[in-house]
T-cell receptor, first 114, second 112 residues
Framework: DAEITQSPRHKITETGRQVTLACHQTWNHNNMFWYRQDLGHGLRLIHYSYGVQDTNKGEVSDGYSVSRSNTEDLPLTLESAASSQTSVYFC?????????????FGPGTRLTVT | EDQVTQSPEALRLQEGESSSLNCSYTVSGLRGLFWYRQDPGKGPEFLFTLYSAGEEKEKERLKATLTKKESFLHITAPKPEDSATYLCAVRGSGGGADGLTFGKGTHLIIQP
């Protein structure tokens, strides 16, 4: 069955370190998204991609970057981790030209920055 | 800027006690309103998409409806396994970032 996976599931890092969160989907979807979820804020869009070599900034993109070298993967990089980036991160994907909102989410990565 | 407000924040019901969750939204050019279910420690799971006022979708004990300003998720005779956080999201056609705008969710607890 097609799925979307994230790794690691839990990560503890120190302030100032570079961190990369992996997202891999086997749906063969063109669209991929990264969200963060915090108490009191709900899910907020960080970055998104419509296909290979395409990346776009979302609502809360400062301090994050993504790259899309193939259809299956959209890694999220925190250039210099800050305590404010402690959160749960979700990756999602959807089919290009289809039901844009029918996004399929991964299980999430809980990141703690100390 | 798209906005989504969900109420109540939390709801505790007895098994079999029907109720409704509310999602109020403001969006420039609605291109879809979406309901998701999220269990603790997991990613959101897609439930419904609604595109136009008057539209309704059903799945087991859940029924979603849409008006021009809000959506309701009706839960009929709920069971304990319906306990979860229910998220509402919209996609508009305005400029700026793509993706979905989510509400903060309603945490639903069904007591046996």
């Amino acid at each position: 069955d097609a799925e979307i996976t994230q790794s690691p599931r839990h990560k503890i890092t120190e302030t100032g370190r570079q961190v990369t969160l992996a997202c891999h989907q086997t749906w063969n979807h063109n669209n991929m998204f990264w969200y963060r979820q915090d108490l009191g804020h709900g899910l907020r869009l960080i970055h998104y991609s419509y296909g290979v070599q395409d990346t776009n900034k979302g609502e809360v993109s400062d301090g994050y970057s993504v790259s899309r070298s193939n259809t299956e993967d959209l890694p999220l990089t925190l250039e210099s981790a800050a305590s404010s980036q402690t959160s749960v991160y979700f990756c999602a994907s959807s089919e290009y030209g289809g039901l844009w909102g029918e996004q399929y989410f991964g299980p999430g990565t809980r990141l703690t920055v100390t | 800027e798209d906005q989504v407000t969900q109420s109540p924040e939390a709801l505790r019901l007895q098994e079999g006690e029907s109720s409704s969750l509310n999602c109020s939204y403001t969006v420039s050019g609605l291109r879809g309103l979406f309901w998701y279910r999220q269990d603790p420690g997991k990613g959101p799971e897609f439930l419904f998409t609604l595109y136009s006022a008057g539209e309704e979708k059903e799945k087991e004990r859940l029924k979603a409806t849409l008006t021009k300003k809000e959506s309701f998720l009706h839960i009929t005779a709920p069971k304990p396994e319906d306990s979860a956080t229910y998220l509402c999201a919209v996609r508009g056609s305005g400029g700026g970032a793509d993706g979905l705008t989510f509400g903060k969710g309603t945490h639903l607890i069904i007591q046996p």
